[in-house]
Nanobody, 115 residues
Framework: QVQFVESGGGLVQSGDSLRLSCVVS????????FGWYRQSPGKQRELVAS???????NYRDSIKGRFTISKDNSKEAVYLQMNMLKPEDTAVYFC?????????WGQGTRVTVSA
């Protein structure tokens, strides 16, 4: 059974930091590509950051320099370090994995940033 379990969300103030974690099971972790997406009320889900099997990363422009995606193959976990959080970062954050041609999603973790 494939599972993506996110954690680490919460209520913080503008300028604070959070680290989201996604523990993965049921797929060959080292060969999968991963991404963190977010969705705010009334908006479409958007890609925040991605990391491919070789470790190459990509970020959306609005979070460059503030967020860092990483993964630990030994722990089969994907992380999103979020620094200098802003109110516009408020959303439900979802962990996504693609292996080999199938998309998998976690249940999401809510991040709320107050001004």
């Amino acid at each position: 059974q494939v599972q993506f379990v996110e954690s680490g969300g919460g209520l913080v103030q503008s300028g604070d930091s959070l680290r989201l974690s996604c523990v993965v099971s049921g797929i060959t972790f080292s060969r999968a590509a991963f991404g963190w997406y977010r969705q705010s009320p009334g908006k479409q889900r958007e890609l925040v950051a991605s990391i491919d099997p070789d470790g190459a990363v990509n970020y959306r422009d609005s979070i460059k320099g503030r967020f860092t995606i990483s993964k630990d193959n030994s722990k089969e976990a994907v992380y999103l370090q979020m620094n200098m959080l802003k109110p516009e970062d408020t959303a439900v954050y979802f962990c996504n994995g693609k292996f080999p041609l199938v998309n998998y999603w976690g249940q999401g973790t809510r991040v709320t940033v107050s001004a």
